[in-house]
C-alpha cells in the first residue's frame, strides 16, 4: 500500500480545524481565567498557519498508515471504545472478559485459524487474568471498579 | 435496566419505611465507601484516614477511602448527586464554602449545594491572616496602615479563587477599608514557599498552617469566634474591632433520600470517631465541630449569607 | 549519630519494609496509571499502625521503587509507567526492538540505585543551602522555568519542530481545560460539568504512549520486539552493566545534578527531571543524531535523574515542610500525624528519625539492584512469552485500570481512548506524542507563573515588568535563549569545523 500526503499541509489544517473548535469555545470571563488559553489558541493558529505555508512552498511527501492492516487497528479501536463504553453497564469484570476475549479471538485470525476448542482454552485464560487484576484493584487498592448490572 | 434499579430501590425504601426498626438493625452490612473529592495528602485526605478506623470500628465494617479529585471538588460531587445510592454506603466529604460558592459562579457546576443531606460538620479551620516572622509587620494594624498608605501593594495569597481565603481577603478589605492584592494559588502547599521566599506580602490561609510554621511565620489575626486553643497568644479579627469569622468547614454528606435512621447512625459514628481523634486535630490547629441534622443545615445557611454578598459583589464587577 | 543511626536501621524488620516497599513500588511504578502518589495514598493507613519510622521507611522505599519501575513499561513497551520515565521510552524502547531489553533494563536499574544513592547524598549533606535556592522560586521564575522546558520541544519532536512546537501549543491548551487554576472558572468544557476537572497530564500520557503503540502492534499483527537477545546473558550481566554505566561519569554527575535541582522546585519533579537530563545529554553527546536510536547514554540520564528526584525532592519538605512533588505531600500527611514538625528542630531533637529516614532511602535505592534484576527478568519473560493477541488486550486492561484509578473516573477512561487515537492519527502526520505531553505538564506551571506575576504587579504601571525583576529571573531568561539558540550554534560549529576539515 502507499499513501502519499504533505504531512505539513496536512498537520497545519489539523491545527487550523483545532485551533478554530478552542476559539469558539472561549468564554466571556474574567482576564486571569481566559487570558492564557486565549493566547495559546492564537499561537496554535498562528504554527498551523506557518504549517500550511511551508507545506505550500516547500512541498514534501511523507507515507502514512503504512504498518500493517488498517483495517485491524481500527477494528481493535471500535472494539476499545465498546469495551469502555460498556462497563457501567455490564460492570468492569463482565465488560472485559467479553471483550477480551472478543479481541484475542479477533487478533489470533491475523496468524492462524481460530476454532472454538482455542476458545476453550482462551476463556479460562482471560476470565483467569481479568479475575487478578480485578481483586487487586478492588481488594488491596480498594479502587471501586464500575459497577453493572451484575457486580 | 434503569427501570429495574428504580424499581428495586423504590422497594427497599418502601420495606425501610415500613418496618424502619427491623432493616435498620442490619445497617451497615457491607464495606462503606467514602469519597475524598480532593487529591490524597490535604487536609480532607488526611482527617479522613485519621477517621477511617475509628470509624471501622464503630461500624463494625471497612470504610475504604477514595479519591475522585478534580474540578475543586466539583467532578466528585457532581457525580456523586447524579449516580450514588441512596442506601448510606456511599458517603462523600464535603466542604464549605466550595459547595456554597461554586455552584453560584459557575455557569454549570453540575451539582446543588443543596442537593446532597450533609450528615455532619466536623471540623473548621478559621482563616488566618500570616506574616513572614521577618515581616515589618508585627500587628495587624500595621498591616492595615502599610495597605492604607499603598493600596494594592500589599499582595496577600491563598488557596484558590472564591475559596474560603479569597472570600476573607475580601472581606477584610470591606471591613478595613483597604486595597489589597489577593493572588490565588492551587492550594494551601504552594502558599507556603512563596510567602517564605518573600514573593508575597501576607497570605490569608488556615490555621493548622499558622501552627505547623509557628517559627517561620506569625499570625496577626484569626476568623474564629473565639481564640482558637492551639494559638492562645493570637487575636481574632472580632477581638480587634472587624466582625469577620470565616474559614473552611469540613464534613460528610449522604445523597438525598437516604432513610433517616441511616443518616443519624452514620452521624452517630462521625461524631464518635470525631471525639477520638480530637486530640491530634486540635493539636494541628482545627477547630472540631459537631454539627448534625438541623445545625449542619442551618451552618450552610449561615455561610450562604455571610459569603453570598461577597460573592454577589464579584459576580457583578465582572 | 549518622552511623548510630545506621546501625538501628539493621533492624530484619526496617529491612523487610525496605524490600516489601521497593517490590510494591515497582509494581505501582510498572503500571501505567499506577502513580507513587497512588501507592502511598494506599499504604497510609497501615503506617499509622506503626512506629514512625517503620512507617517513613517503607513508604520512602515504595516512592523510590515505584520512579523506578516506570522505566521498564517504557523499555518493554514504549510505555512510560509513570511520567517519570517519559525519555526512558526514548532510548529503552528502541533498544528491545533491537533485542536489547535485557540490557537496558539492567542499565536502568544500576542508573536508578545510583541516582537514589545520590538523591540521599544531596538530602544527606547539602539540604540547608538548597532550600534556601528552593525559596528563590517565586511566580515570576516559574514562568521562565516552564518556558525552559517548552525549549525541549525542538529535541522532543521526532522530525519537525514546526509541527513539534504545534503539538507543544495543543498539549497546553488542552492543559487548560477545567477551572482555571487562577480565576476558578471553568474553560473548554464544551458544556460538560465533567470537565470541570479538565485532563489530567497523566491520563494524557497513557493515551498518547499507550494506544499509538497497540493500534501498530494490532496492525502489524506481532510486537515489535525481537525476541531474539543478541547474546543477552553477557550483555546485561550485572558487572558489564555497571561498568558501562561507571565509564560515563560525566554524564552521571550531571545528571544526578539536574535531578537534585529540579527537585527542589517545588511543584516539579521527575516528569522535568528526566527530559531535561535527556535533553542535556542529547545536546553534550558527541553524537547526538544518534539519539533515539537506543542509546544506553540515555538510559542513564533519564533513570539516574529521576530517582535523584525522590530524596531530592524531600529537601524543601524536610526543612521547610514543602512537598517539592505530589508524592511528598502524603509523606508530610505522616510527619504532621506523628508530629513531626518540618524544621531545623527535625534535624536535631528527631534527628535520628530523620537521617533514618534519609538513609533508609539510600538503602531502598540499592534494595532496588536485587528486585530490579530479578522482577526485571521475570515481566520481560512474561512479555515475550505472550503472544500479541493476548499482550493487546491485557495492555489494554491495564491501562483502563490504571486511568480508572488516577481519579476514580470513568470519563478519564474515554478520554484517554479519545487522546490516544488522536495520538495516533497525529503520529502519522508526523506530530509525536512527547511535545503534547510536555505541553501539558508546563502549561499548568507557565499560567499560573504568568497570571500570578501580573497580579503581583497590579499596584505598577505595567504590571509584565515584574517578569524581569529578580537576578534569578535573568538567568533563567540567558539560559532560554542560550538553550533557543543552541542548534544553530551547534550547526554553525559544524559548518566552521567541515570547512576548516576542507582545508586543511
Known amino acids: 500500500m502507499n499513501r502519499e500526503i504533505n504531512t505539513e499541509i496536512a498537520s497545519g489544517v489539523v491545527g487550523l480545524i483545532l485551533s478554530a473548535v478552542f476559539f469558539f469555545a472561549l468564554e466571556d470571563i474574567s482576564w486571569m481565567s481566559i487570558l492564557f488559553p486565549k493566547t495559546l489558541v492564537y499561537i496554535m493558529a498562528l504554527i498551523a498557519l506557518a504549517l500550511v505555508v511551508r507545506g505550500i512552498i516547500k512541498p514534501s511527501r511523507d507515507r502514512i498508515f503504512h504498518v500493517g492492516s488498517n483495517v485491524r487497528w481500527m477494528v481493535t479501536g471500535v472494539l476499545f471504545f465498546?469495551?469502555?463504553?460498556?462497563?457501567?453497564?455490564l460492570g468492569f469484570f463482565v465488560s472485559t472478559v467479553v471483550f477480551m476475549t472478543i479481541i484475542v479471538g479477533y487478533l489470533a485470525r491475523a496468524r492462524s485459524r481460530v476454532t472454538i476448542g482455542k476458545f476453550m482454552v482462551w476463556i479460562p485464560i482471560v476470565i483467569a487474568e481479568v479475575t487478578f487484576f480485578y481483586l487487586i484493584f478492588t481488594k488491596v487498592l480498594y479502587v471501586p471498579l464500575p459497577e453493572g448490572m451484575f457486580f | 435496566m434503569k427501570l429495574l434499579t428504580k424499581s428495586t430501590l423504590l422497594a427497599v425504601l418502601a420495606v425501610v419505611l415500613v418496618i424502619p426498626g427491623i432493616s435498620m438493625a442490619e445497617f451497615p452490612e457491607k464495606p462503606i465507601t467514602y469519597t475524598i473529592p480532593f487529591n490524597p495528602g490535604g487536609e480532607s485526605d488526611i482527617t479522613a484516614r485519621l477517621q477511617e478506623p475509628e470509624l471501622e470500628k464503630y461500624l463494625g465494617v471497612a470504610v475504604n477511602v477514595t479519591h475522585k479529585p478534580g474540578g475543586g471538588g466539583a467532578v466528585a460531587w457532581s457525580e456523586f448527586q447524579r449516580t450514588a445510592k441512596p442506601d448510606g454506603y456511599s458517603v462523600v466529604g464535603c466542604n464549605i464554602p466550595h459547595i456554597i460558592g461554586q455552584p453560584m459562579i459557575r455557569k454549570d457546576a453540575g451539582y446543588e449545594t443543596d442537593g446532597m443531606k450533609v450528615v455532619m460538620?466536623?471540623?473548621?479551620?478559621?482563616?488566618?491572616?500570616?506574616?513572614?516572622?521577618?515581616?515589618?509587620?508585627?500587628?495587624?494594624?500595621?498591616?492595615?496602615?502599610?495597605?492604607?498608605?499603598?493600596?494594592?501593594?500589599?499582595?496577600?495569597?491563598?488557596?484558590?479563587?472564591?475559596?474560603?481565603?479569597?472570600?476573607?481577603?475580601?472581606?477584610?478589605?470591606?471591613?478595613?477599608?483597604?486595597?489589597?492584592?489577593?493572588?490565588?494559588?492551587?492550594?494551601?502547599?504552594?502558599?507556603?514557599?512563596?510567602?517564605?521566599?518573600?514573593?508575597?506580602?501576607?497570605?490569608m490561609t488556615y490555621t493548622p498552617v499558622s501552627v505547623n510554621y509557628k517559627d517561620k511565620f506569625r499570625t496577626l489575626a484569626v476568623a474564629a469566634e473565639e481564640r482558637v486553643p492551639a494559638l492562645p497568644d493570637v487575636p481574632t479579627f472580632k477581638e480587634l474591632g472587624y466582625d469577620i469569622v470565616g474559614g473552611a468547614f469540613r464534613g460528610v454528606a449522604v445523597p438525598l433520600g437516604t432513610p433517616q435512621p441511616v443518616v443519624d447512625k452514620l452521624a452517630e459514628a462521625y461524631t464518635a470517631a470525631n471525639k477520638q481523634i480530637a486530640k491530634k486535630q486540635l493539636d494541628l490547629g482545627f477547630v472540631m465541630k459537631y454539627a448534625t441534622g438541623d445545625d449542619a443545615v442551618a451552618l450552610i445557611g449561615t455561610m450562604r449569607k455571610a459569603y453570598g454578598d461577597v460573592l454577589a459583589d464579584i459576580k457583578k464587577k465582572k | 549519630m549518622v552511623f548510630e543511626t545506621f546501625m538501628t536501621l539493621l533492624d530484619p524488620v526496617i529491612i523487610l519494609s525496605i524490600?516489601?516497599?521497593?517490590?510494591?513500588?515497582?509494581?505501582?511504578?510498572?503500571?501505567?496509571?499506577?502513580?507513587?502518589?497512588?501507592?502511598?495514598?494506599?499504604?497510609?493507613?497501615f503506617t499509622f499502625t506503626l512506629p514512625p519510622l517503620h512507617g517513613l521507611v517503607a513508604l520512602g522505599a515504595v516512592y523510590m521503587g515505584a520512579i523506578y519501575g516506570g522505566s521498564f513499561a517504557a523499555i518493554l513497551v514504549n510505555t512510560p509507567g509513570t511520567p517519570s520515565s517519559i525519555a526512558t521510552a526514548f532510548e529503552g524502547y528502541p533498544m528491545s526492538k533491537q533485542g536489547r531489553a535485557l540490557e537496558a533494563l539492567s542499565i536502568a536499574t544500576v542508573a536508578s540505585a545510583i541516582g537514589g544513592i545520590a538523591g540521599s547524598l544531596f538530602l544527606l549533606l547539602l539540604s540547608p543551602p538548597l532550600a534556601k535556592l528552593s525559596l528563590r522560586f517565586g511566580p515570576a521564575e516559574y514562568f521562565w522555568v516552564a518556558i525552559l522546558g517548552l525549549t525541549l520541544i525542538a529535541s522532543l519532536s521526532e522530525g519537525s519542530s514546526t509541527k513539534g512546537m504545534m503539538g507543544g501549543a495543543l498539549g497546553m491548551i488542552i492543559g487548560t481545560m477545567g477551572v482555571a487554576p487562577i480565576g476558578g472558572e471553568t474553560r473548554f468544557t464544551f458544556g460538560m460539568?465533567?470537565?470541570?476537572?479538565?485532563?489530567?497530564?497523566?491520563?494524557?500520557?497513557?493515551?498518547?504512549?499507550?494506544?499509538?503503540?497497540?493500534?501498530?502492534?494490532?496492525?502489524?499483527?506481532?510486537?515489535?520486539?525481537?525476541?531474539?537477545?543478541?547474546?543477552?546473558?553477557?550483555?546485561?550481566?550485572?558487572?558489564?552493566?555497571?561498568?558501562?554505566?561507571?565509564?560515563?561519569?560525566?554524564?552521571?554527575?550531571?545528571?544526578?545534578?539536574?535531578?537534585?535541582?529540579?527537585?527542589?522546585?517545588?511543584g516539579a519533579g521527575g516528569n522535568v527531571a528526566n527530559l531535561v537530563a535527556?535533553?542535556?545529554?542529547?545536546?553534550?553527546?558527541?553524537?547526538?543524531?544518534?539519539?533515539?536510536?537506543?542509546?544506553?547514554?540515555?538510559?542513564?540520564?533519564?533513570?539516574?535523574?529521576?530517582?535523584?528526584?525522590?530524596?531530592?525532592?524531600?529537601?524543601?519538605?524536610?526543612?521547610?515542610?514543602?512537598?517539592?512533588?505530589?508524592?511528598d505531600a502524603v509523606i508530610l500527611g505522616v510527619m504532621m500525624l506523628h508530629g513531626l514538625r518540618p524544621g531545623i528542630e527535625l534535624f536535631t531533637t528527631s534527628g535520628k528519625l530523620t537521617y533514618g529516614f534519609i538513609i533508609s532511602m539510600g538503602l531502598a535505592a540499592i534494595a532496588m539492584v536485587p528486585v530490579g534484576l530479578l522482577g526485571g527478568r521475570l515481566i520481560y519473560k512474561v512479555i515475550f512469552r505472550t503472544p500479541v493477541y493476548f499482550l493487546v488486550p491485557t495492555i489494554a486492561m491495564?491501562?483502563?485500570?490504571?486511568?480508572?484509578?488516577?481519579?476514580?473516573?470513568?470519563?478519564?477512561?474515554?478520554?484517554?481512548?479519545?487522546?490516544?487515537?488522536?495520538?495516533?492519527?497525529?503520529?502519522?502526520?508526523?506530530?509525536?506524542?512527547?511535545?503534547?505531553?510536555?505541553?501539558?505538564?508546563?502549561?499548568?506551571?507557565?499560567?499560573?507563573?504568568?497570571v500570578q506575576t501580573m497580579l503581583s504587579g497590579?499596584?505598577?504601571?505595567?504590571?509584565?515588568?515584574?517578569?524581569?525583576?529578580?537576578?534569578?529571573?535573568?538567568?533563567?531568561i540567558g539560559m532560554i535563549v542560550f538553550s533557543a539558540a543552541w542548534p544553530y550554534l551547534a550547526a554553525l560549529k559544524r559548518r566552521i569545523m567541515s570547512k576548516k576539515g576542507g582545508s586543511a
Open chain 3, 278 to 327: 535527556y535533553n542535556e545529554a542529547k545536546r553534550a553527546s558527541k553524537h547526538p543524531e544518534k539519539f533515539g536510536t537506543g542509546l544506553p547514554e540515555g538510559l542513564v540520564a533519564t533513570e539516574s535523574s529521576n530517582n535523584v528526584t525522590v530524596a531530592g525532592s524531600m529537601v524543601p519538605l524536610l526543612t521547610l515542610g514543602i512537598p517539592g512533588a505530589p508524592p
Open chain 2, 121 to 203: 460538620w466536623f471540623h473548621f479551620t478559621p482563616n488566618a491572616l500570616v506574616v513572614s516572622k521577618d515581616s515589618e509587620f508585627k500587628t495587624l494594624d500595621d498591616f492595615i496602615q502599610f495597605a492604607k498608605k499603598k493600596p494594592y501593594v500589599g499582595t496577600v495569597g491563598g488557596s484558590g479563587t472564591y475559596s474560603a481565603n479569597h472570600l476573607e481577603t475580601i472581606r477584610f478589605m470591606k471591613a478595613a477599608g483597604i486595597e489589597l492584592t489577593y493572588v490565588p494559588y492551587t492550594g494551601t502547599g504552594p502558599v507556603i514557599p512563596a510567602l517564605m521566599g518573600g514573593h508575597l506580602k501576607g497570605a
Open chain 3, 193 to 266: 460539568p465533567v470537565l470541570q476537572g479538565g485532563v489530567a497530564m497523566i491520563v494524557a500520557l497513557i493515551g498518547l504512549f499507550v494506544l499509538p503503540e497497540l493500534y501498530t502492534m494490532a496492525a502489524k499483527g506481532k510486537t515489535a520486539l525481537t525476541a531474539v537477545e543478541v547474546d543477552s546473558k553477557a550483555r546485561s550481566s550485572f558487572w558489564r552493566v555497571t561498568k558501562t554505566v561507571f565509564s560515563m561519569p560525566g554524564n552521571l554527575i550531571r545528571s544526578c545534578i539536574i535531578g537534585e535541582i529540579v527537585a527542589i522546585i517545588p
Open chain 3, 458 to 476: 497590579q499596584a505598577s504601571q505595567y504590571p509584565a515588568l515584574k517578569l524581569f525583576e529578580n537576578g534569578l529571573s535573568h538567568i533563567l
Open chain 3, 19 to 45: 524490600f516489601a516497599g521497593v517490590s510494591a513500588g515497582l509494581f505501582v511504578g510498572a503500571m501505567p496509571g499506577l502513580t507513587a502518589t497512588m501507592a502511598l495514598a494506599v499504604l497510609l493507613p
Open chain 3, 398 to 450: 491495564a491501562t483502563m485500570l490504571g486511568t480508572y484509578a488516577v481519579r476514580n473516573s470513568h470519563t478519564d477512561v474515554i478520554i484517554m481512548l479519545i487522546l490516544g487515537t488522536m495520538g495516533y492519527l497525529f503520529k502519522q502526520i508526523g506530530i509525536a506524542p512527547a511535545p503534547i505531553v510536555l505541553g501539558l505538564i508546563l502549561g499548568t506551571i507557565a499560567e499560573m507563573g504568568y
Open chain 1, 82 to 89: 465498546a469495551w469502555v463504553l460498556f462497563m457501567p453497564v
